[in-house]
């Protein structure tokens, strides 16, 4: 499910927590019907579609300070007028079901900031990128490109928090991004574009290294890393020679590395657009201790979650 030309134009009018607001309650199956911009909050109506058919209206009233009585009762006419159940996210005094953003936002599996990855030719731009060739519709260094497309597939799939560093930053002792997508889990990450595959030599290792120390010397009072993930098209290595490198890594700075190729990030993006609520839930530090990480990872945590029966796919 994606956003609509039409529904894109009515967004650009929006503050930038109703966008966001918007693509996450489309990865989490709901359709937006209409949004209405009053003085101190914003409407957001959709509706969806429940697991016997019946069509759920919902009418959510987006705080931008503490929503007054006089002001909720207003949405709540709104609401009515759409026949939709009102839900208000942010404060308020008022008698109606209520939600913090954090906890809106987290019910559907972490914010959405880009709509990128719906796209049904996200994947195979990806594939095309991190072999450092320029798809077709596409205009810009493939390099620099791919770099943008793993910061939006990690942040999807991760369901929070990943900075993109960026080409402004390239001659500091820097990685491509940093993934907090929670308390849980950290790493840093470099995306790779080469045509014949990537190639972990020894300098490698001694970057890597470097940007490992830097990180710590800065953060480990905030951030425990678990992992260094390398991305790319594919790796010039067999998974033994993988695997000895992740190790040398480990014994430079304790840190792992973990490879991941783009073919296999992009079947986990279109997997989890399938099962966004439970991208949360995912074990991800086993995930990226492993030295090569493929979709088959995500598919056992996938049963565990569903096994569980805790969250709703």
Not at 12 to 20: A, G, H, I, Q
Not at 49 to 67: M, P, V
Not at 267 to 288: D, E, G, T
């Amino acid at each position: 499910m994606n956003v609509s030309d039409k529904e894109e134009k009515l967004l650009e009018k929006m503050p930038p927590d109703f966008v966001t607001a918007v693509r996450t309650l489309t990865i989490g199956g709901f359709v937006l019907q209409g949004a209405d911009r009053k003085p101190g909050y914003s409407l957001l109506y959709v509706y969806r579609t429940d697991e016997f058919g019946s069509r759920q209206q919902y009418c959510f009233a987006l705080a931008e300070k503490i929503l007054t009585k006089e002001q909720a009762e207003g949405a709540a006419i709104g609401a009515a007028n759409y026949k939709a159940n009102l839900v208000i996210v942010g404060e308020s005094d008022a008698q109606f079901p209520k939600l913090s953003w954090d906890t809106f936002i987290n019910i559907f599996g972490g914010p959405i900031f880009s709509t990128s990855v719906l796209d049904p030719d996200f994947g195979e731009k990806l594939k095309i990128l991190g072999h450092d060739q320029l798809p077709p519709d596409l205009v810009g260094n493939p390099d620099d490109l791919f770099e943008i497309y793993v910061n939006l597939a990690l942040g999807f799939i991760l369901g929070g928090r990943v900075v993109r560093y960026g080409q402004a930053r390239r001659f500091e002792p820097k990685p491509d991004g940093l993934a907090i997508p929670g308390l849980n889990f950290s790493a840093l990450y470099d995306a790779k574009a080469y045509k014949d595959g990537y190639e972990v030599t020894a300098n490698s290792i001694r970057q890597f290294k470097s940007y490992v120390e830097d990180f710590q010397n800065r953060y480990q009072a905030y951030y425990r890393l678990n992992s260094f993930i390398v991305i790319s098209g594919h790796f010039a290595h067999k998974t033994s020679t993988l695997i000895e490198r992740s190790q040398e890594l480990t014994a430079e700075c304790g840190i792992p590395l973990s490879f991941l190729d783009a073919n296999s990030l992009s079947q986990i993006v279109m997997l989890f657009c399938q099962h966004p609520l439970a991208r949360r839930s995912v074990n991800w530090r086993r995930v990226f201790t492993k030295v090569v990480v493929k979709l088959e990872l995500i598919e056992e945590e996938l049963q565990m979650i569903n096994k569980d029966g805790v969250i709703k796919n």
